[in-house]
């Protein structure tokens, strides 16, 4: 189901704001599930957090950059990494309809072409405040370019 979202226009423009040096969310999805290493630019964990159905974060090198999708550091400088891994709590995945599991994985994929050097970027949000709680807001918005991929 999410692979089908990614390939439509609609939801596929939320990804690869830099353009043609932008990876293909497809591709960065389909390479990650089949990844047998960690040693690939994007894979999946596990996670036991409750307070979250997944997450992401990015890996090994980090860099400081000047693209404007890139998440902001701490200290306020523009960053992004060499690898990004997406945890599943795996709870919330068997519990979850084939629905939500798609939503989640293009949900945090968004994140990811944040994250990732030479992603690309996506109109996805941070969507946690300080401590890691959510933040309503920034929620609501990935919510709505949600919708443009995955329908209830």
């Known amino acids: 189901?999410?692979?089908?979202?990614?390939?439509?226009?609609?939801c596929a423009k939320h990804f690869g704001l830099g353009g043609s040096r932008s990876m293909d969310p497809s591709t960065v999805?389909?390479?990650?599930?089949f990844a047998t290493t960690t040693v690939t630019n994007l894979f999946f964990d596990s996670t036991t957090d409750d307070r979250v159905g997944a997450s992401s974060d990015g890996q090994a090198i980090?860099?400081?950059?000047?693209?404007?999708?890139?998440y902001t550091a701490t200290d306020g400088t523009?960053?992004?990494?060499?690898?990004?891994?997406?945890?599943?709590?795996?709870?919330?995945?068997?519990n979850g309809s084939?629905?939500?599991?798609?939503?989640?994985?293009?949900?945090?994929?968004?994140?990811?072409?944040?994250?990732?050097?030479?992603?690309?970027?996506?109109?996805?949000v941070y969507d946690a405040l300080p401590g890691g709680a959510p933040n309503a807001e920034a929620e609501a918005t990935n919510a709505r370019i949600l919708r443009d991929c995955i329908q209830d």
């Open 78 to 94: 523009k960053i992004e990494s060499t690898r990004a891994k997406i945890s599943i709590n795996v709870s919330s995945w068997n």
């Open 29 to 33: 999805l389909v390479r990650a599930a």
């Open 98 to 124: 084939s629905t939500w599991r798609a939503g989640t994985l293009i949900h945090e994929l968004g994140h990811v072409f944040n994250m990732l050097l030479g992603a690309g970027g996506s109109d996805f």
């Open 1 to 10: 189901m999410a692979m089908g979202a990614l390939a439509t226009t609609v």
């Open 62 to 70: 980090i860099v400081t950059t000047t693209d404007p999708w890139a």
